[in-house]
């Protein structure tokens, strides 16, 4: 009976988060949780727009960094998954519902994704858990090398959540850049002009970041050797594609300031056809097996290198 009480102590595995890595996290917010206050003693009416946006900024970017942190238990062939914002709220998973895993590496983080069916369910990072190393040990037995995608049947494209949930919070700042001019009519009887002028430039800023973010979603139907291609910001215009009419494809690495971007590009005569970016497709992965083309190359550029092939740039490989 002893032995077998300490097997099943092997066999259970709780993550440990690291310590470093969110102490950086921590004191990236008290600095702004800082600034965000000596801004508000300044007692100007003009800042109380700049000061509630930063204060809501805050307050987001912080709920997003605890909903990011899970508390992982591995035990025998299941996970457990607990939220440290949600810590009543837990998923349980088997080994046997996912068919892989996928490892990506960013600068000095790696990440590890256990797909099913091309979906990235569970994510976990090295910069954040202490024993990364050893929950990927126990991990490495779910799937084989290959996962299934069935050809009979259309694939289609999954937005993030993520995603969505981001560009519908920027969406809000229009929101409050257009309720400054408002609010300052219901105080003073009258719109001052700096009111006015705060709450336009705010508005037609976030207005552009929210078109600029959604500009890249496509809600893309593979199926039969076939792509159909559908902005959402234009659903009435669509685009079909043969699989055989592109003359290759490319993984393209964006990086930026808080690391690096994966997107699937496709070639057509020379030019990018189709980008299909990782960050805002869930089913990223479905949705690369499925198109079956092996990227000729992995090239690295960043935003600014990669603007002129959306653009009509040709490509000389």
């Not at 109380?48 to 035990?75: D, E, Q, T």
């Not at 037995?141 to 969505?164: P, Q």
Request: with cysteine.
């Amino acid at each position: 009976m002893a032995n077998d009480e300490t097997k099943d102590k092997k066999m259970t595995l709780t993550s440990k988060f690291s310590r470093k890595g969110l102490f950086f996290d921590l004191i990236l917010y008290l600095l702004t949780a800082l600034t965000m206050v000596t801004i508000a003693s300044v007692s100007k009416k003009e800042l109380i727009a700049i000061v509630v946006l930063v204060g809501i900024v805050l307050a987001v970017a912080f709920a997003i960094w605890l909903f990011r942190l899970k508390v992982i238990v591995i035990s025998g062939q299941e996970i457990e998954v607990r939220r440290v914002f949600l810590p009543f709220s837990k998923h349980y998973y088997r080994f046997a519902e996912f068919d892989s895993i996928l490892l990506y590496q960013s600068g000095k983080t790696e990440y590890l994704y256990l797909l099913r069916q091309g979906q990235r369910i569970l994510k976990l990072s090295s910069d954040i858990y202490e024993n990364y190393e050893e929950l990927k040990n126990a991990l490495s037995i779910i799937g084989g090398e290959t996962w299934g995608v069935d050809a009979a049947r259309a694939v289609d494209s999954v937005f993030s959540k993520k995603h969505l949930l981001a560009v519908s919070f920027l969406f809000l700042f229009v929101l409050v850049g257009l309720a400054v001019p408002v609010s300052d009519y219901f105080e003073e009887g009258y719109v001052r002009e700096s009111s006015l002028l705060i709450g336009l430039v705010v508005a037609l800023f976030f207005l552009f970041v929210v078109m600029a973010a959604l500009y890249p979603c496509k809600h893309l139907t593979i199926w039969r050797g076939n792509l159909e291609v559908k902005r959402l910001l234009w659903p009435f215009k669509v685009r079909y594609y043969s699989l055989k009419d592109f003359d290759f494809s490319l993984e393209i690495i964006t990086k930026h300031q808080y690391g690096q971007d994966e997107s699937l590009w496709l070639i057509h005569n020379g030019k990018l056809a189709v980008d299909i970016p990782q960050s805002i497709y869930a089913n990223y992965d479905a949705l690369e097996h499925a198109i079956g083309i092996v990227p000729s190359d992995t090239i690295e550029m960043s935003m600014i290198q990669a603007l002129p092939y959306y653009f009509g740039k040709t490509f000389r490989i």
